[in-house]
Each structure stands twice: as structure tokens, then as C-alpha cells.
């Protein structure tokens, strides 16, 4: 998610005529591929995540990439979840179960 009007146009597409979603899941940080690349909004598409939360009163999940990124992200995700890939950096740090949100696998 790169813009609010995608957040509530995904959210209002999941509404439907019979609500079928709980929750929204998107990405405030991206991977970095290059250099160049987009690497996501950061606190900034936590900020758009937490304000579909509450125009929608859904879960919120999003992924952190790195330790650093935990103690952020629970200021606006209900749910953080986490690669296996980063895992192993994230378990040396800190285990996701030491953490005040909730974890998701």
C-alpha cells in the first residue's frame, strides 16, 4: 500500500454486500532489492494502516523486517508478523513473544 485511497478502496472492496474480512493486512516496509527500489512508507504507511483501523474497526497486521522495527510498529498493529527468513535476527534480539502485540506466523 502506497496511498490511503488504496487502503479504503481495498477495504471497502472486502466489505462487500456481506462483510467477509476481520482484518487488513499491508506493508509499511518493503525488502530492499536495490538501492533504487521502493522500500515502502514506513512510519508513514503505519500512520495509513491505523487510520484504516479505525474508519473500518478491523485487525491490523503488518510485517517488521528487523528488530529495530518492532517497538514501531506495535504503536499501530494490533498483529506483527514476521518472515522466517528474518527470523533468526529477530529471535537473537528480541523473541516475538517478549513483545507487548500480538504475534502472527
Not at 54 to 65: G, L
Amino acid at each position: 500500500m502506497q496511498r490511503r485511497k488504496q487502503i479504503a478502496t481495498a477495504g471497502n472492496g472486502a466489505r462487500g454486500e456481506e462483510p467477509g474480512a476481520a482484518g487488513l493486512r499491508g506493508g509499511a516496509f518493503k525488502p530492499r532489492t536495490s538501492p533504487y527500489a521502493f522500500q515502502g512508507l514506513a512510519e508513514k504507511g503505519l500512520e495509513l494502516l491505523a487510520l484504516a483501523r479505525e474508519e473500518t474497526a478491523w485487525a491490523v497486521v503488518t510485517e517488521v523486517m528487523a528488530v529495530e522495527q518492532v517497538e514501531l510498529v506495535e504503536k499501530y498493529a494490533g498483529c506483527v508478523a514476521s518472515r522466517r527468513a528474518n527470523m533468526p535476527e529477530l529471535q537473537s534480539a528480541q523473541t516475538p513473544s517478549a513483545s507487548k502485540a500480538n504475534r502472527c506466523s
